[in-house]
C-alpha cells in the first residue's frame, strides 16, 4: 500500500496565470459592457436623436434567463406587441432585450 502524503490544509487556494489572466479578462468585458450600458442609458434619458438602437451593447447574462432573437423573429415580436396597441397601451418586454431593441426602434 502507497503512502499518501497529507497537504496542509490551511492553504489558500490559487488559480494558474492562465486562469487567472482569463479572469481579469472576463470581468474587464463584463465592466466594459456595464458602462456602455450605462452610458446608453444616459443618452435615452436625455431624448435618444433618431439612432436606431442596436443590440451591440448588450450581453447575454446566462443568469437572467433572458431570451435573445435574431433581428428578423425580434422584429416579427415587437410587432406583434404592437398590432392593436393604442396610445394609452402599455406593453412590458421582459427578459427578452433584442425584443425591446426592436420595438423601440419601430416606435
Known amino acids: 500500500m502507497a503512502l499518501i502524503e497529507e497537504k496542509d490544509?490551511?492553504?489558500i487556494p490559487q488559480l494558474s496565470a492562465g486562469a487567472l489572466d482569463a479572469l481579469k479578462e472576463f470581468y474587464g468585458e463584463r465592466d466594459g459592457r456595464q458602462r456602455q450600458f450605462e452610458d446608453l442609458k444616459a443618452q435615452a434619458?436625455?431624448?435618444?436623436?433618431g439612432n436606431p438602437l442596436t443590440m451591440e451593447p448588450f450581453t447575454e447574462d446566462?443568469?437572467?434567463?433572458q431570451f435573445w432573437y435574431n433581428d428578423a423573429t425580434a422584429t416579427a415580436l415587437a410587432e406583434q406587441l404592437l398590432d392593436g396597441a393604442t396610445n394609452d397601451s402599455?406593453?412590458?418586454v421582459v427578459s427578452a432585450p433584442s425584443v425591446f431593441i426592436q420595438?423601440?426602434?419601430i416606435v
Open 103 to 105: 420595438l423601440k426602434n
Open 62 to 65: 446566462w443568469n437572467a434567463s
Open 45 to 49: 434619458e436625455d431624448e435618444y436623436e
Open 9 to 11: 490544509d490551511d492553504e
Open 90 to 92: 402599455c406593453i412590458a
